[in-house]
T-cell receptor, first 114, second 112 residues
C-alpha cells in the first residue's frame, strides 16, 4: 500500500555538523516530495520540496536529493544551528493530481547541541 | 495573505459527546486536507477534498467521523460520538493541486 518510511527517528548532532534524514516511498508514480519542520506545539511548516523531474534542490543550508530509481529522497542540513532543532517530516504525493494524496513519514526528531 | 485558519484551538469534551472542527483554507486553494496527528507521530490523512468533492476518504472512520466542504471553501470535521482514543491534534491543510500543503494551527482535542 501507500507508505513513506523515514529514518532515523531521532538524530543528535553537534552545532556546525551536517544532518541527513532519509525517506523511502512505495508508489513509483509519486511526483512531489515536500519536507516539513515542526517545532514543539506548532504547525508543520513547509521548508523545501522537490519534484520528480529534478534530482537535487538547494536552499541556503538545506538541500533535498531524489533518487527515483531507488524511490528514496533525503534532506541535508549543513552547518546546523540550535534553532534547527525540531521534528522533520518527509512526505510524498501518491497518485494522480486529481485523486492523489500527501502521505507523511513518521518524523525525525533532530537535536542540535550547542 | 492569510494562512489556513482553524477553530477552535483547543477542545475538551467528555466521551460520547459530539465535537466539530472548522477550517478556512488559503484563498484559491482547491485542495483541502484533514489530518490527525498523535503525539510523536506524523500527520495521518483522514480526508482530502478537491473543491467540494471528497476524492479520498478511505482513512476516515465513517462510523463516527463525518466531513463536509460546502461551496468548496470552508470545511468542517465532526466526530459523534467521541471516544477516548480520538484525543489528538486535528490539522487542516490546503494546497494547489499536487503541491505543498500549508497547515493551520490545528485543534487539540482532549476526550475525557
Amino acid at each position: 500500500g501507500e507508505n513513506v518510511e523515514q529514518h532515523p527517528s531521532t538524530l543528535s548532532v553537534q552545532e556546525g555538523d551536517s544532518a541527513v534524514i532519509k525517506c523511502t516511498y512505495s508508489d513509483s508514480a509519486s511526483n512531489y516530495f515536500p519536507w516539513y519542520k515542526q517545532e514543539l506545539g506548532k504547525r508543520p511548516q513547509l521548508i523545501i520540496d522537490i519534484r520528480s523531474n529534478v534530482g537535487e534542490k538547494k536552499d541556503q543550508r538545506i538541500a533535498v536529493t531524489l533518487n527515483k530509481t531507488a524511490k528514496h529522497f533525503s534532506l541535508h542540513i549543513t552547518e546546523t544551528q540550535p534553532e534547527d532543532s525540531a521534528v522533520y517530516f518527509c512526505a510524498a504525493f501518491h497518485g494522480s493530481s486529481n485523486t492523489g494524496k500527501l502521505i507523511f513519514g513518521q518524523g525525525t526528531t533532530l537535536q542540535v547541541k550547542p | 495573505e492569510a494562512g489556513v485558519v482553524q477553530s477552535p484551538r483547543y477542545k475538551i469534551i467528555e466521551k460520547k459527546q459530539p465535537v466539530a472542527f472548522w477550517c478556512n483554507p488559503i484563498s484559491g486553494h482547491n485542495t483541502l486536507y484533514w489530518y490527525r496527528q498523535n503525539l510523536g507521530q506524523g500527520p495521518e490523512l483522514l480526508i482530502r477534498y478537491e473543491n467540494e468533492e471528497a476524492v479520498d476518504d478511505s482513512q476516515l472512520p465513517k462510523d463516527r467521523f463525518s466531513a463536509e466542504r460546502l461551496k468548496g471553501v470552508d470545511s468542517t470535521l465532526k466526530i459523534q460520538p467521541a471516544e477516548l482514543g480520538d484525543s489528538a491534534v486535528y490539522l487542516c491543510a490546503s494546497s494547489l493541486i499536487s503541491d505543498g500543503a500549508f497547515f493551520g494551527q490545528g485543534t487539540r482535542l482532549t476526550v475525557v
